[in-house]
């Protein structure tokens, strides 16, 4: 019985990954209680951000294209979550749909053109559209994005389907799931089935013959076009998929919060989502969501920390070692955090270019190495 | 008026542009922390004007009624009037500081980080890069704080010039006397900097690197020494550029990154590796941004003025791929 199990792991057939995967994502709030991270704001952020790098790594993990204009589907998608609330209906379902469904085709817009070249052309071309629609959404578009007050509820929004079926209640109505509310835990489940939804749609990517394919580009294009297949139509199809999780992973960000800025939009919000991806491990199935996980979780304590916390965390040293290691460390906490960011980020560029899970699998590698050497050293000696 | 509006920005661009493209040709590195060389060299001029105007607090004279203070800079104690006019004339002076400044953390850079990131993939240098690139942001945030700090031109400049009378269009034409002096500035270093290419052994040879890397080391000549020099003067031109501006642009900790987005969109549209491509497309940006931001065209075509260097660069990039003038062979595949 043990030993069917352990070969039903080692096989890690689609059904045994998924099923794990689920049982990891729901059972966060437990595991993730003694660290800390026990609250809801902070774990829909993960499973959010997961969404988005997981779409992310579908394209540069699997194609090698750099985009640096991802967070435009992100902002998308929460406009037209927002859009869906404010005019048809409360329903998360719809707005969910409306979201993927316009930055899929803002997606296919955008990839078609871009797709056109590769290389560093294709992360300036993604850079320059995010940047005219994060400019777009501060001047020309403000009837649509609500300019820098961001795009929020209101009182008076048609939303059609709700008033038809029942009268407008009293104040600003909540997003919901047929009558589940998205707040606190109630949202983090939806997000968490949602995550494992697109999870699966990932690996089933991944482990497909399309997934191959964009595997290949990344190897070596020239040889795939040599030997007669067209690459652009996999590439602008990878962008697309990426860009419709993002869209899905803005939608979200609107559900449990119904609020959207154009903020979300900039380029260094590309960056996150990069850097996430890298530091976890560009191309692993799991990697991005490891990266989520370290960089929103690293988030949130370090730009909590202040100066006294930091006295009382360095008080058992003397008065004059208390001072420095406070004077030291406070530029990398608070509001610095982003300092601390950049030079992990650094580092891992640097020694680990793939990332925590490459760096994972090199000490497994070690570790079997050492543990051969000691058999084969134990054999001699007999 | 509009043109040399945009001349002046181009020029920023310009000198942004060139470094990058002096970077990317030789050493074969895409430098994402290059617009952040811009912002510390702004940031030498403000760190300079800081020092000059230390201020010793003493009592004001004119007022008896209560202990007031004026801060009185040393300088001026020290030399009375000379004093002030040094203080009058911090932002040119402190290139003088600016450029050894520069120059020393370009050659910390390149021996630092950049090196061993030749060999690495293209992603892999920009991501190293914009990596830096945060943290010198956000370590010139965490010693100048969020807010633009204002660091005025001389003030014997800070009028404008009578331009139109110059040139018969009318009295109110007129322009700021430091732009003027920055667009100067801009055209004297740009055309220093091919003069020094193309006319000193060493320019040539860096020239010929250019061309062929590989060919230049075979021929014995010390192409690692070579590149760690020009990465330098690559520093010193950005941030040369970014102290001039300084007066223009109050300088904040995130300015590096708004020059940086634009100043490679500008090397794309000039041509990776093409050092004329790279001006020559910088004074055409900064011209059409501020042409764009006229009330005739605003009104015709709302929005324009924000996106036009983007949806050029864009329509450049699709028609003719290798940038205005590319040369074959550039991060061709």
């Known amino acids: 019985m043990m ?20 049982a990891g994502v729901l059972t966060m709030p437990i595991w993730l209680d003694p660290i800390g991270a026990n609250y809801p704001d902070l774990l829909q952020k993960f499973v959010i951000f997961g969404i988005f790098a997981v779409g992310y790594n579908i394209l540069f993990g699997l194609t090698g294209y750099l985009s640096f204009g991802h967070a435009v589907f992100l902002g998308v998608g929460s406009y037209a979550a927002v859009w869906s609330f404010k005019l048809l209906t409360m329903n998360v379902l719809p707005a969910i749909l409306f979201a993927t469904l316009i930055s899929g085709l803002i997606a296919a817009a955008i990839g078609f053109v871009s797709m056109r070249r590769s290389g560093i052309y294709f992360s300036i071309l993604t850079l320059a559209f995010a940047q005219m629609f994060y400019n777009l959404a501060y001047s020309v578009l403000i009837p649509i994005t609500n300019g820098e007050t961001g795009l929020q509820l209101r009182m008076h929004d048609p939303r059609i389907i709700d008033n038809y079926f029942s009268d407008p209640l009293p104040g600003l109505p909540s997003t919901d799931f047929f009558g589940m509310s998205m707040n606190g835990y109630s949202g983090f489940y939806f997000c968490a089935v949602v995550l494992i939804l697109a999870f699966y749609i990932a690996m089933k990517i991944f482990r497909s013959p399309f997934g191959m394919k964009l595997k290949a580009i990344k190897s070596n294009q020239h040889r795939m076009r040599y030997t007669g297949s067209d690459t652009r139509p996999y590439l602008i199809t990878a ?35 990069i850097l996430m991806t890298i530091l976890g491990g560009v191309g692993t199935l799991y990697g991005p969501l490891l990266g989520v996980g370290i960089i929103k979780y690293l988030e949130n304590i370090f730009s909590t920390i202040n100066e006294s916390v930091l006295q009382q965390f360095f008080s058992f040293l003397p008065q004059w070692g208390e001072n420095i290691m406070v004077s030291v460390v406070s530029p990398f906490v608070g509001e610095g955090w982003h300092l601390t960011l950049g030079v992990l980020f650094m580092i891992i560029i640097i020694f680990l270019p793939g990332g925590l899970m490459e760096g994972f699998s090199r000490i497994q590698k070690r570790y079997r190495k050492a543990k051969i050497k000691d058999n084969q050293s134990d054999s001699t000696k007999e | 008026m509009q043109l040399l509006n945009g001349l002046d920005k181009g020029g920023a661009y310009a000198l942004i542009a060139l470094g990058l493209t002096l970077v990317f040709g030789t050493l074969g590195v ?30 004001d004279p004119s007022i008896t009624y209560f202990d007031a203070y004026i801060e009185q800079p040393y300088l001026e104690i020290w030399f009375g009037e000379t004093g002030l006019a040094i203080i009058d004339y911090a932002v040119p002076l402190s290139i003088i500081v600016t450029i050894p400044t520069m120059l020393l953390i370009g050659l910390a850079m390149e021996r630092g980080l950049i090196r061993h990131f030749y060999k690495r993939t293209h992603a892999e240098q920009i991501l190293v890069t914009f990596g830096l690139a945060i943290v010198l942001q956000e ?6 704080g969020a807010n633009p700090i204002p660091t005025p031109a001389p003030d014997i400049v ?13 009295e109110n034409f007129v322009y700021p006397w430091w732009r003027l002096i920055y667009l100067a500035v801009s055209t004297a270093i740009i055309s220093s900097v091919f003069a020094f ?15 062929d890397r590989q060919m230049v080391a075979f021929l014995g000549i010390n192409v690692q020494r070579k590149f760690t020099i020009i990465f330098g003067l690559a520093a ?23 020059f940086l987005v634009i100043s490679f969109v500008i090397v794309v549209v000039g041509g990776m590796g093409s050092l004329r491509g790279a001006v020559a ?15 005739a065209v605003s009104s015709l075509l709302p929005g324009i003025d924000q996106i036009i260097i983007y949806l050029v660069a864009v329509i450049i990039l699709l028609t003719r791929p290798r940038g205005l003038m590319g040369r074959k062979g550039v991060m061709e595949d």
């Open chain 1, 3 to 22: 030993k069917q199990l352990m070969n039903l792991l080692k096989k890690q057939s689609d059904l045994t990954t998924i099923l794990m995967f689920a």
């Open chain 1, 239 to 273: 962008f697309i998929i990426s860009g419709m999780f993002a869209g899905l992973a803005g939608a979200l960000l609107a559900v449990t919060d119904p609020l959207a800025g154009a903020e979300r939009m900039q380029w260094t919000a590309s960056g996150e989502v």
């Open chain 2, 30 to 59: 895409v430098n994402f922390a290059h617009g952040a060389l811009f912002l510390l060299g702004a940031f030498c001029a403000v760190t300079f004007q800081k020092i000059l105007t230390i201020s010793k607090k003493i009592l």
């Open chain 2, 139 to 144: 370590v010139i945030r965490h010693f100048f």
């Open chain 2, 158 to 170: 800070s009028g404008s010039a009578a331009v139109g009378t110059w040139i018969g269009l009318g």
């Open chain 2, 197 to 211: 290419l193309h006319l000193t052994t060493f320019g040539m040879v860096v020239r010929a690197g250019m061309y």
């Open chain 2, 236 to 258: 010193v031109v950005a941030g040369v550029a970014g102290a001039m501006y300084a007066p223009i642009l109050p300088p904040d900790y995130h300015m590096g990154m708004d």
């Open chain 2, 281 to 295: 497309a910088g004074f055409l940006l900064g011209i059409l941004q501020s042409l764009a931001s006229m009330t």
